[in-house]
């Protein structure tokens, strides 16, 4: 079945630095993927609709400039979190829609981000 | 008001008996409702979703939905230990998921 990667699965990096995280559809197109952000023991709260194409559309209180999306192929979605602080370690997980009309989401694995 | 409400937990059931999950939301406009289990340090699994009202069954799961009262639930029956997780109720406005804070499970061997 369809699939949604992510890389890597982990990752450490000292404050100031910026790091990447990839998202990919494996065997199928995604024009647009979703980025969420998970905290100890919290929910998950989208933080941005990615569009291939065209710019990121980002939830209220989702700093752009520091979270910037790229989504420059149909299975491809970027994630980089600039200058990056402790207070920016989280759990990471992108999403993918499916084609059915169930508004169902496959999720990837997620990227747990520590920011020493 | 958070969009998605979930009864607080911890919930601990002992194995074999019915585990009772449940979840409000306030956006009308939501159209998909979706109950996902998730294992701890890893991403949620979808159990089940549910877009008209009533019931809907799979396996040892039936999820409720009844909009008028904006209320989804979720029945685990015959939880087994290996059910324990916390289960995240969401409601979905075209593709966009709203995220309840989650109930965690422990089934009791």
């Known amino acids: 079945g369809a699939v949604v990667s992510q890389h890597p699965s982990w990752v450490i990096c000292k404050s100031g630095t910026s790091v990447k995280i990839e998202c990919r559809s494996l065997?199928?197109?995604?024009?647009?993927m979703f980025w969420y952000r998970q905290f100890p023991k919290q929910s998950l709260m989208l933080m941005a609709t990615s569009n291939e194409g065209s710019k990121a559309t980002y939830e209220q209180g989702v700093e752009k400039d520091k979270f910037l999306i790229n989504h420059a192929s149909l299975t491809l979605s970027t994630l980089t979190v600039t200058s990056a602080h402790p207070e920016d370690s989280s759990f990471y997980i992108c999403s993918a829609p499916t084609s059915g009309a169930s508004y169902e989401q496959y999720f990837g694995p997620g990227t747990r981000l520590t920011v020493t | 008001q958070k969009e998605v409400e979930q009864n607080s937990g911890p919930l601990s059931v002992p194995e074999g008996a019915i585990a009772s999950l449940n979840c409000t939301y306030s956006d009308r406009g939501s159209q998909s409702f979706f109950w996902y289990r998730q294992y701890s340090g890893k991403s949620p699994e979808l159990i089940m979703f549910i877009y008209s009202n009533g019931d809907k069954e799979d396996g040892r799961f039936t999820a409720q939905l009844n909009k008028a009262s904006q209320y989804v639930s979720l029945l685990i029956r015959d939880s087994q230990p290996s059910d324990s997780a916390t289960y995240l109720c969401a409601s979905g406005n075209d593709y966009k998921l709203s995220f309840g804070a989650g109930t965690t499970v422990t089934v009791r061997a």
């Open positions: 065997d199928f197109q995604a024009t647009t």
